[in-house]
């Protein structure tokens, strides 16, 4: 069926098109790269056979080769044109992990915080899980436009500070998952340890908590469970580029946590599978195909030997 009709999506993702020159901790450049949250986050939903509606925001001048690609793979009746340049960002990134994000144009606001549930068609509400990579403000917002769906949270880096912390607490009743990275969790509580991040996250309220770690892999945790759950980074032959990896890992997270019913082990396998191929790209991932599906499998079935199969498996 078209996406002209009225047939809805399964997942969507609220975020942003960003095209990012990225610059990595050995000086080497790669420049006018298709990124942004939202797009990286669509991306990792697509490595398991889904079509993502994506909802954000395109400029002018935005390349001819990341318009096909965004054709290729995302649902884009969420996404709105701006007559602003599009936006584009240098991505610095240190040895430890920290990325600094510098943006080459002079109004980034709509890329950021366009569109609104108003501006996109309302068959998109039909979706059953929903990423949104925004501040507390706009989880608010978009989150009564997706009245049956799963939500996860993904605070943008910029919000993550000290002095957001009460609202940061207040919003997450409006998500069933919260999932920031280790150094944005550790900023905002000033805690270092990543397992007491997750429990004072779960303390303060937070029902589902898939804190990313980058090479370290994942720490989950959930109500009801005294322990967090730890998932080991998938290894790959080379990292090519760690741009949006934690993105993508909220995009399989969040497919694995639907088609198993909300098994926190599951969407954690779902959610590394899906980064480990973010690691191979250099900005968003490549349109998947067969070769994409045969090595997802034998990664997914390593990392479950790895894991086990138990959902109480705890560290």
Known sequence: MS????HPPTFACVGSIIIDDIVRPDGTVTMEVLGGGGVHAAAGITVWGERPALIACRGAGIPDSAVARLEASFDLRGVVTSPLPQARAWQIFEWDGRRRELWRVDDIRPFLREPQPGDVPSVLRQARAVTVLRDASEL???RP?????VALWEPEQQYMIPDNRAE???TLAHAEIVSPNLLEAQQLY???DPAALVRRMLADGARVVALRMGADGALLGEQGRTQPVHIPAVPVPQIVDQTGAGNTFCGGFMVGWLRSGGDLLEAGCYGAVSASFALEAVGVLAPVD???FRVRDERYRWLR???GSRSDRVI
């Open 290 to 292: 067969e070769t994409t």
């Open 3 to 6: 996406e002209t009709t009225a």
């Open 305 to 307: 030997g790895r894991v």
């Open 168 to 170: 940061f607490v207040e």
């Open 145 to 149: 436009f997706f009245p049956g769906a």
């Open 190 to 192: 000033n805690l270092e």
């Open 140 to 142: 608010r917002r978009w």
